[in-house]
């Protein structure tokens, strides 16, 4: 490794808000049998995804892995002030000031597939290049590229836990134009 710092991860290990209501019935923690349950999501800054040139490193340090573990459910949207009228605050802070507080929910079933839902947010929630309705889970495969609101700002994308490491995030960042047509 070479002197650069990598960030850490981030694990959600349990959540301070509730329940997002809605959330289908077949919505729980993966089975710990199924060893393709433990899944990873990247937040990569949007400026970084095509960018012919960057060193790897540049890349490590710029991509946070956040690790849902065996969660049934994880909310993304952006943090509000707190106080009493605040409420909790998202598992998942989303960077863009257009994100809705409630912007999207990440589902788990019992066999760990993962799945995205849209929570109604004013500007949307992309899995590729479509805007998911609002309400209905889309399931999202490891390799597909997802972003809340503003394209521009960043990226998730979704990878298996156990071949996040194996394949250099340059290929994965390089390897196709992940943000959806506006």
Known sequence: MSGR???????????????PPGLPAWCSAPDESFSNAEVEIWRVPSQLCGAAG???????TAVEKISAGRRAWVLLGRRHAAGPEGGP????????ARASRKHAVIL?????????????????TFL???????????????????????RTVELFELRPWRLAGSMGMSAVLHSSNPTPAT
């Open 108 to 124: 788990r079933n019992w066999h760990g597939q993962v799945f995205l839902m849209d929570l109604g947010s004013s500007h949307g």
């Open 54 to 60: 960057k060193q790897q490193g540049d890349l490590d």
């Open 89 to 96: 605050q998202p598992d998942v802070e989303l960077k863009t």
């Open 128 to 150: 590729g290049r479509h805007r998911l309705e609002p309400h209905k889970p889309h399931e999202w495969r490891p390799g597909e590229a997802a972003c809340f609101a503003d």
């Open 5 to 19: 710092e990598t960030k850490e991860w981030r694990v959600i290990s349990s959540s301070t808000c509730e329940q």
